[in-house]
């Protein structure tokens, strides 16, 4: 337990007092943990195999994960561009009208979140708030909040984004299924917390010019932009194909099954929905096919650090895995029913998020860690997407001033530190917790085995 406790506490300071960068503080973390888990080894030969095993583990999980976070951010990078995540944004806002202007942007972020990263959305769709704000004076925090809620928990639940890919990898789910559950999982949260987001904001009077950003027109309003169909095409394909790729496999000798399995494969979906994103990029801003092309590195460049991120974050959860906090938690879970192993789930995912500040990382090594209880998922009492869920929300629960998506949020909406644990940090526990018991009831009443 001594290794889980200092590789912990070296991960939380580096990262949170001294600022290092996750990649170098996950890896020594990892290299620590497992110098000092049990072993009869002498010295030398034990930071020789940590050194094994992390190098190992990081290659394990660059080669399941890597293509497909680096194919994500080319997808996301063209849907901005292209000015197609501003017509989804956009055509929200006009379905649900300016009366219903937070639900609109809680949808635009919901969907969006998934190929885009959060801080990205973030950026995308603030201004939107903004211009709305003016319209509706007092509701300002009401929006930022809606953005919050539904880029959380896409960004938490549903694979390709880097937590929840890894994650997936990690407790053995096929992605049509976790990209299934997480959709559905998230709706019923990010609603019933944005019904209680007024209480949050109850007595707040902030404006949207405190931002210090003057603009109030949404992004890309004067340039042209594709159509809603093509818009959504580039996010729906990777969707449709790897929820095929499972319904095949789960139908047994089907014709076709063979090749829905090859187009469902993660890696094959997401090269075709990036290739659909970058036909929509061209047809609508008609760059020479060679600059298109070589525009790519920008979105790809920005993909290493998380790929080198999500890798270590991995690695250390399968160094603590491996320094004695297994057979601690197994003790825990091994008189546990199903109730009490998801609150562990959730639990080990929120400690993780508050030490740290990082969602993915608390997601990737909080998955490492509860995979490693459960040996075999099939002989769980409940499906194992119930386990997946559980660690997603319960690494939202646990957001504060070490986490950068806090200021993000306070920063770009002009929120003080005060203001910002009012709104973002309140919204993204509530979807977090409400979730987490969302899932336990689910998985009681509706064990889907």
């Known amino acids: 337990m ?22 170098l503080a996950l890896t020594l973390g990892a290299i620590l943990a497992g110098s000092l888990g049990p072993s009869e080894a002498a010295a030398p030969e034990r930071v020789y195999a940590a050194l094994d095993a992390t190098g190992a583990a990081f290659g394990d999980l660059v080669g399941a994960i890597g293509i497909a976070i680096a194919l994500a951010a080319v997808i996301g990078d063209c849907l901005l561009r292209s000015g197609a995540a501003d017509r989804i944004a956009g055509s929200l806002l006009g379905l649900f009208g300016e009366r219903r202007a937070v639900w609109a942007l809680a949808a635009a972020a919901y969907v969006l979140s998934i190929p885009v990263f959060f801080d990205t959305v973030f950026f995308l769709l603030i201004p939107l708030a903004r211009a709305l704000a003016h319209r509706a004076p007092g509701r300002y ?3 930022v909040m809606a953005i919050c809620a539904g880029a959380i928990a ?46 949050f904001a109850r007595g707040m009077d902030v404006q949207p010019d405190r931002a210090g950003v003057t603009d109030t027109d949404p992004p890309g309003q004067d340039s042209p932009r594709p159509g809603l169909l093509a818009s959504v095409f580039p996010i729906a394909l990777p ?9 095949a496999g789960a139908g047994g000798a089907i014709p076709g099954a063979a090749w829905a399995a ?23 801003r008609r760059p020479p096919v060679r600059q298109l092309l070589g525009s790519f590195g920008g979105a790809i460049g920005e993909a290493g650090p998380i790929i080198l991120i999500t890798a270590a974050g991995g690695a250390f959860g399968r160094a603590l895995a491996g320094g004695g906090i297994t057979e601690d938690l197994a003790r825990i879970s091994s008189a546990a029913d199903g109730f009490v192993l998801l609150l562990l789930a959730a639990g080990i995912a929120s400690l993780l998020k508050l030490a740290q500040g990082s969602g993915t990382v ?30 997603g929300f319960g690494s939202m629960a646990a957001s504060w001033m070490n986490d950068s998506g806090f200021w993000v949020v306070g920063r770009m909406s002009g929120f003080s530190e005060g203001e910002t644990f009012r709104t973002w940090t309140a919204v993204a526990a509530a979807v977090g917790v409400i979730g987490v018991v969302q899932v336990l009831v689910l998985a009681t009443l509706f064990p889907l085995v």
């Open 141 to 143: 925090p009401m929006f």
């Open 239 to 247: 969707v449709v194909l790897m929820s095929g790729a499972s319904a």
């Open 362 to 391: 608390a997601i990737l090594t909080g998955s490492a860690i509860v995979a490693s209880l459960v040996p075999d998922p099939s002989a769980l009492s409940f499906h194992p997407a119930y386990l997946f869920a559980a660690v």
């Open 262 to 284: 090859v187009l469902g494969h993660r890696n094959a979906a997401l090269f075709l929905a990036a290739f659909a994103a970058a036909f929509v990029l061209w047809r609508t």
């Open 2 to 23: 001594t290794a889980v406790l200092l590789g912990t506490l070296f991960v939380a300071v580096s990262i949170g007092v001294l600022r290092l960068h996750p990649f």
């Open 154 to 199: 896409t960004h938490s639940l549903v694979p390709p984004t880097p937590g929840p890919l890894g994650m997936a990898d990690n407790l053995g789910l096929d992605l049509g299924t976790a990209i299934g559950f997480g959709l559905l999982l998230g709706i019923l949260p990010v609603t019933a917390a944005l019904l209680a987001a007024p209480r």
